[in-house]
């Protein structure tokens, strides 16, 4: 399963925000290997189509897909040598799949700020720089590896690793994000192998005021969203149906806390396909990009390897005419195993014993 780990100086709203996405946990028995820490979540990725589904197919069952999220300690300056629970925070983060910085911008004489102000940018940077200098001494000790290496004799692929590193050694050295260096996919695939935290995506969460737009995107960063957790916290605790309607007042199709959760998905660069019986209907998640027979192997291993055929149907040919009146429409698709899996398709594998 995917995880986010959620981070940020204390004092930001960060707990908060994990305390409130808790409240949207699913059911943790659908999901084989699970094992719930008290600061894991695993959250329901909220898709209105799955429930379209379901209600056409009259499913018993319906099982959304999910992200975990990790609550991870505070971090302040100095982390990368120890202070406060960074080595902690550093172990732990290394696992995620992507980060969720929260960044305070609201004003509250109750609630102390470590740096004495509220300042967005500079508690960007120091958090920045604290994940920098962590890359710098894992990007070191790989350098002296593979330049050691190099001195038994030189290859074609330790040269290209060599140069790779050597290219983020020198951007981490000056505080600046591994994300920042231009990498081709060859490239690309060595840098990943170091585990970087500072090459994750990153989602830079403003928790402003209650007062304020939820729709503010940070000035520093495109892949930015503003919400005010304080309220997020309050909406979760309405009843469904309330929470609905003071949405509606507030212009808004999504509550802060879904659209964060989306948010994220989009960053992972990820789609969701379906399927959909008397049985069940279900979500799960790929990568953009994944063929069929990868796509057959998320719901069984030996899917995979046994794929003959898929038999595609759009998500919203099927909710319009079912899925026998898709079929007798000519919607619905037979596809092989080069096919590329497209966000929204409903599927039946076909596979062999």
């Given amino acids: 399963m995917l995880q986010v780990g959620i981070v940020g100086l204390p004092n930001v709203g960060k707990s908060t925000l994990f305390k409130t996405l808790t409240k949207k946990q699913v059911d943790c028995s659908n999901f084989p290997f699970c094992t719930i820490e008290p600061n894991i979540g695993v959250v329901e990725v909220p898709d209105a189509r799955l429930h379209e589904l379901s209600r056409v197919s009259k499913s018993q069952k319906t099982i959304s897909t999910a992200i975990e999220f990790v609550d991870i300690a505070g971090l302040v300056k100095g982390a990368h040598k120890g202070e406060g629970l960074g080595n902690k925070f550093l172990t732990n983060i290394r696992e995620v799949d992507m ?13 102390h700020h470590v740096e004495g102000s509220v300042n967005p940018q500079r508690d960007v940077e120091t958090i920045e720089t604290e994940l920098a200098m962590a890359d710098l001494t894992a990007t070191e000790k790989r350098l002296d590896t593979v330049r050691g290496k190099m001195k038994s004799g030189k290859t074609k692929e330790l040269e290209l690793e060599e140069s790779v590193i050597s290219r983020l050694f020198d951007t981490l050295s000056q505080g600046k994000m591994a994300n920042t260096v231009a990498l081709n996919e060859d490239e690309l695939k060595i840098a990943r192998s170091l585990n ?35 309220l997020e916290s309050e909406i979760v605790e309405m009843p469904e149906s309330e929470q609905a309607i003071f949405l509606k007042e ?80 000519g919607k619905l698709r037979v596809e092989g195993k080069e096919y590329v899996m497209q ?9 062999g014993v």
């Fill in 196 to 230: 970087l935290l500072t090459l994750k995506p990153i989602l830079y969460v403003l928790n402003v005021s209650e007062n304020s737009s939820p729709y503010h995107f940070l000035p520093f960063h495109p892949s930015s969203l503003s919400l005010s957790i304080k």
């Fill in 99 to 111: 980060i969720v910085h929260v960044v305070r911008a609201f004003e509250d004489t109750n609630v």
């Fill in 250 to 329: 507030l212009g808004l199709e999504q509550s802060g806390l879904d659209r964060l959760i989306t948010k994220c998905y989009e960053l992972l660069n990820l789609i969701t396909f379906f399927t959909s019986g008397e049985k069940e209907s279900r979500a799960w998640t790929i990568t953009r990009g994944t063929k069929a027979p990868q796509a057959a192997g998320t719901i069984h291993t030996d899917f995979e390897k046994a794929f003959i055929r898929a038999e595609v149907i759009f998500w919203k040919d099927f909710v319009e005419l079912g899925e026998a009146g898709a079929r007798e429409a």
């Fill in 343 to 351: 966000d929204g398709d409903t599927c039946h594998f076909r596979v």
